[in-house]
Structures are given as C-alpha cells and as structure tokens.
C-alpha cells in the first residue's frame, strides 16, 4: 500500500513566490524600457523632418505672420529669416529654439512699438527705423553657442 502526504504550501512559501514573479517582472519591464528608450533614442536622431522644404515652409508662414502681426516693416524677409536660423542650428532643438526666440523678438519690437509708439533710431533698429531682426539672431545665435 502506497500512502502518499499532501502538503499545504504555507504563507511563506506564497509570500516567496509572489516576490520572486514581482522580482521577474520587474527584470522584463527593465529589458522592456530600455529597448523602448533606444528606439526613441534612434528615431530622434534620424529624424531629419525638420529640414524637408515642406516643414521649413510652414515655419516661414509663421515667421511671415508674426511680421504682419507686429506691423513693422523689417530689412529681410520671413524667408531669409528662416534661412539664416537653419543656416545657424544644427539640430532640430536648436533651430526650433531659435524660431521661437525669433518670434519672441518680433513680439516684443510689437510691444515696444506700442508701448512707445514708433520711435525711428531706438535700440533694435537699423537706421530707417526698421527692427534688425538678423542682427538679433545673430546675438542670440552666439548666446546660445
């Protein structure tokens, strides 16, 4: 005669077991992240979108709107503005940052022209009294170098 025990797992053994799932979980997730991270990782830095015509061409709409916007008249246009900033920036971060500083300043040249009406031959001004916005660029180009 055969007699065999059944043994009831205790609450240790429970306990044990759902640390060591948790445990292996937590190493899946891990791998998981990481392969995820890279892949963004490569994705951002092939992610050459910012220099087709087609992504340019709208941010020159924006340049040219925020020109039309603050009223001034300007020595170069939205599309030589543009060129000069993606002349100027080697990554996308840094072309956006100077698009956006960009149409900070024509922002600010609008605020100052109402705020003290249109004063030829203030700062910011070449001596027509129109805004150099290339001149700013410049500045804040070599600021952020």
């Not at 992240?33 to 951002?44: A, D, H, S």
């Not at 001004?125 to 170098?145: C, H, K, R, V, Y």
Request: charged share 20%.
């Amino acid at each position: 005669m055969v007699c065999t025990v059944r043994l009831k797992p205790s609450r240790t053994w429970y306990l044990l077991y759902g640390i060591f799932l948790l445990y292996i979980f937590d190493i899946v997730f891990e791998f998981y992240l990481i392969v995820l991270l890279n892949n963004l990782t490569k994705v951002m830095a092939t992610d050459d979108s910012w220099k087709t015509q087609h992504f340019r061409q709208s941010v020159v709409a924006k340049i040219d709107e925020a020109i039309q916007v603050s009223g001034m008249p300007t020595t170069k246009n939205s599309m030589e503005m543009e060129n000069h900033v993606f002349q100027k920036a080697k990554t996308k971060e840094e072309y956006l940052g100077f698009v956006a500083r960009l149409i900070l300043h024509l922002r600010e040249m609008n605020s100052k022209k109402d705020a003290a009406g249109n004063a030829p031959g203030t700062a910011g001004t070449n001596n027509q009294g129109m805004p150099d916005l290339i001149g700013a660029l410049q500045t804040l180009s070599e600021l952020s170098l």
